[in-house]
T-cell receptor, first 113, second 113 residues
């Protein structure tokens, strides 16, 4: 089965700095990589995703990159704000059939004002 | 837009009791997933249903069972509860035929005392 590794487990930055979270996956058949933001007491919310036919995707302050050869993908948040503080999960799955996101262990992002 | 609805939001049970968690997927979504998230852990896949049939099975204990009904809502039944079952239980839904991502509910926090 798929195995997703995520680093770091905790990331502390100052407001306005950039934050980068990295993930690796094991199953080369995985072709869909969503990122979820989970605030305390809430369910994971999709913030951005990338498919294997794309190397980079950007949405305002958030960007995701994918390196299929190395089987790793990263989340980049620029100009961080205190409201970005949350736990972020990467996930990997296979579209077109049984879609079961396998999650990384999560990164607790703390943005200090 | 309608989201995934889970009930109850909080549940306290004693050891060896049973619990039933309910999930109402986004309208027209054909797939439901159940995840268990322990404190400080990533969501672990339990089981999924596609068009009311069990689709995939993850790390669901034998004490747990689940089903999806004709109106597509799903129930997770947990028997002989143990202290270690205390966790957040998330339901997610997606539209497999449309290759949509999984949308998560707010979760049910189960506490076994």
């Amino acid at each position: 089965g798929e195995n997703v590794e995520q680093h770091p487990s905790t990331l502390s930055v100052q407001e306005g700095d950039s934050a980068v979270i990295k993930c690796t996956y094991s199953d080369s058949a995985s072709n869909y990589f969503p990122w979820y933001k989970q605030e305390l007491g809430k369910g994971p919310q999709l913030i951005i995703d990338i498919r294997s036919n794309v190397g980079e995707k950007k949405d305002q302050r958030i960007a995701v990159t994918l390196n299929k050869t190395a089987k790793h993908f990263s989340l980049h948040i620029t100009e961080t704000q205190p409201e970005d503080s949350a736990v972020y999960f990467c996930a990997a799955s296979k579209e077109g059939g049984s879609y079961i996101p396998t999650f990384g262990r999560g990164t607790s992002l703390i943005v200090h004002p | 837009a309608a989201g995934v609805i889970q009930s109850p939001r909080h549940l306290i049970k004693e050891k060896r009791e049973t619990a039933t968690l309910k999930c109402y997927p986004i309208p027209r979504h054909d797939t439901v997933y159940w995840y268990q998230q322990g404190p400080g852990q990533d969501p672990q896949f339990l089981i999924s249903f596609y068009e009311k049939m069990q689709s995939d099975k993850g790390s669901i204990p034998d004490r747990f069972s689940a089903q999806q009904f004709s109106d597509y809502h799903s129930e997770l039944n947990m028997s002989s509860l143990e202290l270690g079952d205390s966790a957040l239980y998330f339901c997610a839904s997606s539209l497999r035929t449309g290759n949509t991502e999984a949308f998560f509910g707010q979760g049910t926090r189960l506490t076994v005392v």
